[in-house]
């Protein structure tokens, strides 16, 4: 299983009081280096640092969504599911238009803080666009992705 995969099942499963910690796993992963703050310059690993020392956890995980990719999240109950109480999509937007997520294009997830489900979207999303011929199915939950 890939890293991004990995994290992304981590953060599925985490509580509200590990999320600046796994933001910070997550943009080390996908920039390949830890965010820090630099001096001057407006430029997005500022802006995510920022983000993380107020506690904007839920902006911060929005910047590591792809590009091209469009994002939702909210509460989710069902009273006879047992998942996370929130929900988050990522979703590839060339795809919206055609009105076509057979392809896997369009990756659901829960986890225990708005935060954490949109990052481990994001992880995945990143995952699938990232891997020549890696779909993800509709819908993953942890432990549902098995990589070939």
């Given at each position: 299983m890939s890293e991004l995969l990995k994290l992304?099942?981590?953060c599925e499963q985490a509580t509200?009081?590990?999320?600046?910690?796994?933001?910070?796993?997550?943009?080390?992963?996908?920039?390949?280096?830890?965010?820090?703050?630099?001096?001057?310059?407006?430029?997005?690993?500022n802006k995510f640092v920022a983000l993380l020392?107020?506690?904007?956890?839920?902006?911060?995980?929005?910047m590591l969504v792809p590009e091209g990719w469009g994002k939702m999240v909210g509460d989710y109950w069902v009273d006879f599911e047992k998942k996370?109480?929130?929900?988050?999509?990522?979703?590839?937007?060339s795809r919206v238009a055609q009105d076509d997520f057979a392809d896997g294009e369009l990756i659901q997830t829960w986890a225990?803080?708005?935060a954490l489900?949109?990052?481990a979207a994001a992880l995945r999303a990143i995952h699938?666009?990232?891997?020549?011929?890696?779909?993800?199915?509709?819908?993953?939950?942890?432990?549902?992705?098995?990589?070939?």
């Open positions: 992304a099942e981590r509200a009081e590990q999320q600046r910690e796994l933001l910070a796993e997550a943009w080390t992963l996908t920039h390949g280096k830890p965010p820090r703050a630099n001096r001057g310059g407006d430029n997005p690993e020392n107020a506690e904007g956890f839920e902006s911060a995980a929005m996370p109480p929130f929900v988050a999509e990522c979703y590839d937007l225990h803080t708005p489900a949109l990052c699938s666009t990232s891997t020549p011929g890696t779909r993800l199915p509709l819908t993953t939950a942890p432990g549902q992705i098995d990589e070939a």
